[in-house]
Antibody, heavy 124, light 107 residues
Framework: EVQLVESGGGLVKPGDSLRLSCAAS????????MAWVRQAPGKGLEWVAS????????YHADSVKGRFTISRDYAKNTLYLQMDSLRVDDTAIYYC?????????????????WGQGTQVTVSS | DVQLTQSPSTLSASVGQRVTITCRAS??????LAWSQQKVGKAPKLLIY???ILESGVPSRFSGSASGTEFTLTISSLQPDDFATYYC?????????FGGGTKVEIK
C-alpha cells in the first residue's frame, strides 16, 4: 500500500526557515518522480517543485525559486522541501505527491497519490 | 506557461443529475491532462489521467474527454459521495499547472 506521510510544518515568522519531510513507503521510491504541491487557505492547488527518480531533473515554481529546494534521500525513502526566506503568502497546506512514471507522459507524468499534507503558517 | 481555466467555478446539482465540468488550456497539452477530486479537509484523489483513462477503482460514472485544448469531466449520475471540488492538472510541460477548481454543491 502506497503511503506518504508529511511532517515538519508549523508556525514561523517571515524570513524564517523550515524543512518539510515526506516519508514514502509501499512503492519503489527511487523509481518514481516526486512533487510538492501546496494549497493556501480557501484556495486551489499550486505546484511547488518536482524531482525525478534519480534526482537528475529538478524543477521549482517561479514563486519559490531561489528560496525553496526539493531533494530526496534514498536510504531513508524520504522527500524533503527546504524552505528559506519564508513569506506570509507561503502559508498553506503542503502536500507530498507521487508522480507515477509508469503512467503515460514525457516531461512529466500524472500525480497519482497524495499525502495528507502538513500545515505551514507564516505570520509575524 | 500553460494556464488552465475551469468552468464553472461552482455548480449546484441534484443526486442523479448529469454533470459536466470544462477545463480549457491556453496551449496544447496533447492528452496530458488529469482530473482529481478533493473533499473538504482531505488530500486530492486522482480520477482520470491522459484525458480519458479512468484510474483504477474509480466508479465508471466518471468519464473524461478531450477536443483540442478543451477537456471535459462528466459525472453521468451524481451520487452523494461526489459532492466535492474537482481540479484539472496538466503534466505535458513544466511548470505543472492546475485549474482553479470546480466546487460541486448539493442543490
Amino acid at each position: 500500500e502506497v503511503q506518504l506521510v508529511e511532517s515538519g510544518g508549523g508556525l514561523v515568522k517571515p524570513g524564517d526557515s523550515l524543512r518539510l519531510s515526506c516519508a514514502a513507503s509501499g512503492f519503489r521510491f527511487s523509481y518514481d518522480s516526486m512533487a510538492w504541491v501546496r494549497q493556501a487557505p480557501g484556495k486551489g492547488l499550486e505546484w511547488v517543485a518536482s524531482i525525478s527518480g534519480n534526482s537528475y531533473w529538478i524543477y521549482h515554481a517561479d514563486s519559490v525559486k531561489g528560496r525553496f529546494t526539493i531533494s530526496r534521500d534514498y536510504a531513508k525513502n524520504t522527500l524533503y522541501l527546504q524552505m528559506d526566506s519564508l513569506r506570509v503568502d507561503d502559508t498553506a497546506i503542503y502536500y507530498c505527491a507521487r508522480i507515477n512514471v509508469a503512467l503515460p507522459g514525457i516531461q512529466s507524468h500524472p500525480i497519482d497519490f497524495w499525502g495528507q499534507g502538513t500545515q505551514v503558517t507564516v505570520s509575524s | 506557461d500553460v494556464q488552465l481555466t475551469q468552468s464553472p467555478s461552482t455548480l449546484s446539482a441534484s443526486v442523479g443529475q448529469r454533470v459536466t465540468i470544462t477545463c480549457r488550456a491556453s496551449q496544447s497539452v496533447n492528452t496530458r491532462l488529469a482530473w482529481s477530486q478533493q473533499k473538504v479537509g482531505k488530500a486530492p484523489k486522482l480520477l482520470i489521467y491522459e484525458a480519458s483513462i479512468l484510474e483504477s477503482g474509480v466508479p465508471s460514472r466518471f468519464s473524461g474527454s478531450a477536443s483540442g485544448t478543451e477537456f471535459t469531466l462528466t459525472i453521468s449520475s451524481l451520487q452523494p459521495d461526489d459532492f466535492a471540488t474537482y481540479y484539472c492538472q496538466q503534466y505535458e510541460t513544466y511548470p505543472l499547472s492546475f485549474g482553479g477548481g470546480t466546487k460541486v454543491e448539493i442543490k
